[in-house]
C-alpha cells in the first residue's frame, strides 16, 4: 500500500485514504465515526478478509498502523448502518469522490484537505504566515464586495417598493 495518506472533507468530518494497486482504501476509524457506528471493530467484524487490512502510515506521530477497508468493505460498512447519513455519505463518495478518482487518480479538486505540513525553518513559517494572510485578506476583499452589493441591491428594491 501506498503510505500517503490522502484526508477528505465530508460535512465537518474528515477521512483518511491510502492507495493499494490503484484503488482506494479507507481509513476504518474515520468511516466507523461517519456513520456513527458505537463499535467499529463490531462492525469490522463483518467484512471479508478481502474487503480489510492494515497498513503502516506516517503521521505526525510517528509510524503507525492503522485500519483500512477497500471499496467493497466501505459499501458493506454503509449497508449496515441504520443511520440517515450513511446514505446522503454513500451518495456523495460513488457520485463525486470514486468517480475523480478514477479520472484523475486523485480527488484533490477542491475538498480535499491539504496534508499538514510543518515549516522546517523559521522563513518558511514567515512565508506560511504571510501567503495566509493574504488568503484571508482576498477572501474579507470578497467578503466586503459581496455585502456591498447586497446593501445595494437590498437598497434599490425598498426605494422601488415604496414608489
Given at each position: 500500500m501506498?503510505?500517503?495518506l490522502q484526508v477528505w472533507q465530508y460535512n465537518k468530518n474528515k477521512f483518511r485514504?491510502?492507495?493499494k494497486d490503484g484503488e482506494?482504501?479507507?481509513v476504518a476509524k474515520d468511516l466507523s465515526d461517519i456513520l456513527e457506528f458505537r463499535d467499529p471493530e463490531q462492525a469490522l467484524r463483518g467484512l471479508e478478509d478481502s474487503e480489510k487490512g492494515t497498513t503502516i502510515v506516517g503521521t505526525l506521530g510517528g509510524?503507525?498502523?492503522?485500519t483500512v477497508i477497500n471499496e467493497s468493505g466501505m459499501y458493506a460498512l454503509i449497508l449496515k448502518s441504520r443511520k440517515k447519513e450513511a446514505k446522503y455519505f454513500r451518495l456523495w463518495v460513488t457520485g463525486t469522490v470514486l468517480p475523480e478518482i478514477r479520472k484523475h487518480g486523485t480527488?484533490?479538486?477542491a475538498t480535499a484537505t491539504p496534508a499538514l505540513t510543518v515549516p522546517a525553518t523559521f522563513s518558511e513559517a514567515l512565508?506560511?504566515?504571510a501567503k495566509q494572510a493574504e488568503q484571508v485578506k482576498q477572501w474579507l476583499t470578497h467578503q466586503t464586495s459581496w455585502?456591498?452589493?447586497a446593501a445595494s441591491y437590498t437598497a434599490t428594491f425598498f426605494t422601488v417598493r415604496r414608489r
Open positions: 501506498s503510505n500517503d485514504t491510502v492507495t482506494p482504501w479507507f509510524q503507525q498502523s492503522m480527488y484533490a479538486i512565508f506560511l504566515a455585502t456591498s452589493e
